[in-house]
């Protein structure tokens, strides 16, 4: 596998009964950069970031990870990888401080990467902070979670996602249930983290994404209609066709 792919899927398809939801889907994200799945509602996008980051298994096809498959790893070996995801439904212990919350997600890290160290010798607390301060919460850590606004919920779920330093941060509809404002802050944070690391985003609304992404890959029916740069995508009859008079 080419160095600068670092998530390929190869004939994916995923049935649930004897209906396809996603079907024979074949494309590969680069590292570094910022990758949009769009589609109408119904066109397979959840589907596809589920069997993406574990949760489903494929019906036929496969999902590669820098070279390795993970199409057949249990859900709790995605985070060793370096992959990790934010959940459309919140992740968080609500009577936990913001802080807390973040705290904890770090040391279940380090637990794992030095078992045989004394925990409580370790301070994480910088660290967690420096999550907080990226997604936006800096002012909140003292806060129980349960007291963030939902746009604030969302980005603690980023912080937490982060503490494992994924290589890649899949995220589903991110903006989902948020008012205007909270949207564009999300957007912005998910700017800022691309700038980092690989991100692969969910995102029915098309507009919404096109400025920010380096590459789209349109889904429809459960198939892939197209995969390019955003001016691709825009110049392209057949994804017009599919949401006009649509978002
Ligand atoms: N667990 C499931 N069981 C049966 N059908 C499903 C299931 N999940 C999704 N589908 C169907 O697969 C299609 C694609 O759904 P989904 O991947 O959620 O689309 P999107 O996220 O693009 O809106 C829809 O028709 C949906 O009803
Ligand atoms: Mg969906």
Same mark, same amino acid.
């Given at each position: 596998m080419?160095?600068?792919?670092?998530?390929?899927t190869?004939?994916?398809?995923?049935r649930?009964?004897?209906f396809t939801?996603?079907?024979?889907?074949?494309?590969?994200f680069?590292r570094?950069r910022?990758t949009?799945?769009?589609?109408p509602?119904g066109?397979?996008k959840?589907?596809?970031?589920?069997?993406l980051s574990?949760?489903f298994a494929?019906?036929?096809?496969?999902?590669?990870?820098?070279?390795?498959?993970? /199409?057949?790893?249990?859900q709790?070996?995605?985070?060793h990888i370096? !992959?990790?995801?934010?959940? #459309?439904i %919140?992740? $968080?212990?609500?009577?936990?401080?913001?802080?807390?919350?973040?705290r904890?997600a770090?040391q279940?890290?380090?637990?794992?990467l030095?078992?045989?160290r004394?925990?409580?010798?370790?301070?994480?607390?910088p660290?967690?902070r420096d999550?907080?301060?990226?997604?936006?919460?800096?002012?909140h850590a003292a806060?129980?979670?349960?007291e963030?606004?939902?746009?604030?919920q969302?980005?603690l779920?980023?912080a937490i996602a982060?503490?494992?330093?994924?290589k890649?941060?899949?995220?589903?509809?991110?903006t989902?249930?948020? /008012?205007?404002?909270e949207?564009?802050?999300?957007m912005d944070?998910? !700017?800022r983290?691309?700038? #980092?690391? %690989?991100v $692969?985003l969910?995102?029915?609304?098309m507009?919404?994404?096109m400025g920010i992404s380096?590459?789209?890959?349109?889904?429809?029916?459960?198939?892939?209609?197209?995969?390019?740069?955003?001016?691709?995508?825009?110049?392209?009859?057949?994804?017009?066709?599919v949401y006009l008079?649509r978002?």
């Open positions: 080419a160095a600068d792919i670092i998530l390929r190869e004939h994916l398809t995923r649930f009964g004897k939801a996603l079907n024979d889907v074949s494309v590969d680069e570094g910022l949009s799945i769009i589609g509602n066109a397979g959840s589907t596809f970031f589920n069997v574990g949760s494929p019906s036929s096809g496969r999902v590669l990870f820098d070279g390795v498959e993970t /199409s057949r790893l249990r709790h070996a995605f985070s370096g !992959v990790a995801k934010s959940f #459309q %919140t992740n $968080v212990f609500p009577s936990f401080s913001v802080l807390e919350n973040v904890v770090l279940a890290r380090v637990a794992r030095n078992f045989w004394r925990r409580d010798t370790l301070d994480l607390e660290r967690a999550l907080l301060q990226l997604v936006g919460l800096g002012q806060r129980p979670a349960r963030l606004a939902h746009g604030q969302r980005a779920e980023i982060l503490a494992t330093d994924p890649l941060l899949l995220m589903d509809e991110p989902a249930g948020m /008012s205007p404002e949207t564009r802050t999300m944070l998910i !700017v983290l691309a700038a #980092q690391r %690989t $692969v969910v995102e029915h609304k507009k919404m994404v380096d590459r789209i890959v349109v889904l429809h029916h459960g198939e892939l209609l197209a995969a390019g740069t955003p001016a691709d995508i825009r110049a392209n009859d057949e994804v017009r066709r008079g978002h």
